[in-house]
């Protein structure tokens, strides 16, 4: 699985790096499945929402999973950035879910026949 990060109106500190790509670099588990010659891609935006602000939802996290015949798209606000990447990866856990659902089950329900 392919990591991109991006930052947007803010910098990537040592520690938040290593954070997001610990984090979301569990969920390549999930996907191991589909990951044939990188196939599957990771897209990771963090920013700020405003710049005057200080509080509530304030840090904002984006993630777009690229998967055979499919992408997952999921997106999170929280008063911290490592909150909003965290919740990022249990959004994204529960669309990987669904998606192996759908794309596992197809094949089993065809190949039975009904006498």
Same mark, same amino acid.
């Given at each position: 699985?392919?990591?991109? +990060?991006?930052? !947007?109106?803010?910098?990537? !500190?040592?520690?938040?790096? *290593?954070?997001?790509?610990?984090?979301?670099?569990?969920?390549?588990?999930?996907?191991? /499945?589909?990951?044939? @010659?990188? *196939? #599957?891609? +990771? /897209?990771?935006? #963090? *920013?700020? !929402?405003?710049? $005057? $602000?200080?509080?509530? @939802?304030?840090? &904002?996290?984006?993630?777009?999973?690229? +998967?055979?015949?499919?992408?997952? =798209?999921?997106?999170? &606000?929280? %008063?911290? +950035?490592? #909150? *909003? #990447?965290?919740?990022?990866? $249990?959004?994204? @856990?529960? %669309?990987?879910?669904? &998606?192996?659902?759908?794309?596992?089950?197809?094949?089993? =329900? %065809?190949?039975?026949?009904?006498?």
């Amino acid at each position: 699985m392919q990591l991109n +990060l991006k930052a !947007t109106d803010m910098e990537w !500190t040592p520690s938040l790096k *290593a954070f997001v790509e610990k984090k979301l670099g569990s969920l390549e588990r999930f996907v191991r /499945r589909f990951d044939m @010659e990188g *196939a #599957v891609e +990771l /897209r990771v935006e #963090v *920013a700020k !929402t405003t710049q $005057h $602000h200080r509080k509530g @939802e304030v840090f &904002y996290a984006e993630g777009n999973l690229r +998967l055979p015949k499919a992408l997952l =798209r999921a997106e999170e &606000y929280a %008063e911290d +950035l490592r #909150v *909003a #990447v965290d919740r990022l990866k $249990h959004t994204l @856990e529960l %669309e990987i879910k669904k &998606y192996k659902t759908k794309f596992l089950d197809k094949p089993r =329900r %065809e190949g039975k026949r009904k006498e």
